[in-house]
């Protein structure tokens, strides 16, 4: 999974050719570090189809305010450099399947 950040959220999320799914979280949230290990394994099983990243709502809030994501965890599916789908809160790999429609 990679970091993004307020720098590099332009080249790594928008500009990537693949489906992003981009997790706004924060290092106090406790529905963040569970959904981890569910990332960081989707991640894993669609590597070359799909990326995966994270990115921190206190240290990097500008991004966050541009989506209006107000709280974490949220995540936010990206296509061609566009939003294609949000869940917000703790969630399901299968909810996660349905948003990246794999």
């Known amino acids: 999974m990679e970091e993004v950040d307020d720098r590099s959220f332009e080249r790594l999320v928008l500009g990537s050719t693949e489906p992003y799914l981009l997790d706004f979280s924060a290092l106090w949230c406790p529905p963040c570090r569970a959904l981890e290990p569910i990332l960081e394994a989707l991640a894993q ?4 189809q799909l990326r995966v990243g994270k990115i921190d709502i206190d240290s990097s809030p500008e991004i966050a305010a541009r989506y209006g994501v107000r709280g ?8 061609d450099g566009k939003e294609a789908g949000r869940k917000l809160g703790l969630t399901t790999r299968r909810a996660l399947l349905s948003l990246l429609g794999l």
Request: glycine share 8%; no cysteine.
């Open 72 to 79: 974490a965890p949220t995540l936010v599916l990206f296509r």
């Open 45 to 48: 099983e669609h590597r070359g």
